[in-house]
């Protein structure tokens, strides 16, 4: 079998980062694994580049740059991708093509959609030959969503590069650190959380996540950080936090902080993160990380205090974390859960 990766965005210029130690491969959701299971693979970037960031232009160049996807791989026997617009519709129209969509953040897409964008990107889904979804939480919205049929939907939980998060000794004047630049950000709570605190407190973000928020002078803004400064950050930090927004919030990734947490949970850093049923299967509450309800500045308090207190308890946590990681989280184990779906292909 031959496997394709069409990514959202570019990867083809990190992969000598990758190579080099110098980047994650977390965000190549296995690619680079899979000759050594058995299955062939390559990264394709489509042909047609994208205008700009934003506007009507840019977003048509989105959609268009699907249509001729399925031509454009080659002898594939498969495409993994989360491009879902057309894609998946477009790829019927080439024999022998089976299409293996990542669902990065489709039940938010669907939940806000209407009328003939909701049927449409519906249909879209279920033309694929199979949908990976990264919780099962998200899996059993997606199938309720769509309609589509269950053995088709599968979950697998995602994977980060333990080889380069590494965890680092506790730092001795560490500060509260929150990371992700995902619209499902809640830095509004985490910032109420923080005042008066009495320790620093760093965010990595974009500018947008922080727009129309006052940010105090005891809080650093990191923006657009390397991979190796946000390794660096992590071993610096006293706590990692995930503030992230209620469930129902209809933007941002369906699982928000995903990436982040088990960032952090491979550096064995002490975690807070926003309860959310898309990060349940990642974390015991209390023994790998701490879970505080959503949009509670006292209770997300509280719980750093805690960690901020108790420095073995705090240990405890980002030790367990980082066994959890090295059991259930890498990125070789997601690919061979990946391999054993594209295995199935053509037969579901």
């Known amino acids: 079998m031959k496997a394709v990766f069409v990514y959202a965005g570019r990867r083809l210029r990190i992969l000598s980062d990758i190579e080099a130690g110098k980047a994650p491969d977390t965000g190549l959701l296995g690619q680079n694994h899979l000759a050594a299971l058995g299955i062939e693979s390559a990264v394709h970037e489509p042909r047609l580049r994208l205008p700009g960031r934003s506007g009507a232009l ?91 049929r269950p053995e088709r939907v599968h979950t697998a939980l995602l994977g980060v590069d333990e080889r380069f998060y590494t965890p680092a000794a506790p730092p001795e004047n560490g ?72 469930e129902e919030y209809r933007y941002g990734a369906d699982c928000s902080g995903q990436t982040v947490l088990v960032d952090a949970m491979a550096m064995a850093r002490p975690i807070v993160l926003t309860e959310r049923a898309t990060l349940r299967e990642y974390v015991d509450d209390g023994r790998s990380a701490l879970t505080v309800p959503p949009e509670d500045p006292a209770a997300l308090r509280a719980a750093l ?25 890498t990125t070789r184990l997601f690919a061979e859960q990946l391999a054993a779906i594209l295995h199935t292909l053509g037969r579901a």
Do not use: K
């Open 305 to 329: 205090e805690r960690l901020l207190d108790d420095r073995a308890f705090a240990e405890s946590l980002g030790r367990a974390a980082r066994m959890d990681v090295e059991q259930r989280h």
């Open 58 to 148: 840019h977003r048509a160049a989105w959609n268009l740059r699907e249509v001729g996807l399925p031509w454009e791989v080659g002898n594939a026997d498969a495409v993994c991708t989360p491009l879902v617009n057309i894609f998946p519709l477009a790829a019927r129209l080439r024999r022998r093509l089976e299409v293996l969509l990542f669902n990065m953040s489709l039940c938010t897409t669907l939940e806000r959609s209407r009328g003939v964008r909701r049927r449409l990107l519906a249909t879209s889904v279920r033309s694929a030959a199979a949908v990976v979804c990264f919780a099962e939480a998200q899996r059993e919205r997606l199938v309720a969503q769509t309609g589509m």
């Open 175 to 246: 500060y509260v650190l929150a990371v992700g630049r995902d619209m499902g950000r809640d830095y509004a709570t985490f910032l109420r959380a923080v005042d008066g605190l009495g320790t620093r407190s760093v965010i990595v973000a974009s500018a947008r996540n922080l727009a129309g928020l006052d940010v105090p002078a005891s809080v650093e803004v990191r923006l657009d950080v390397s991979y190796q400064e946000l390794r660096s950050l992590y071993a610096g930090a006293a706590c990692v936090v995930i503030p992230t927004r209620r």
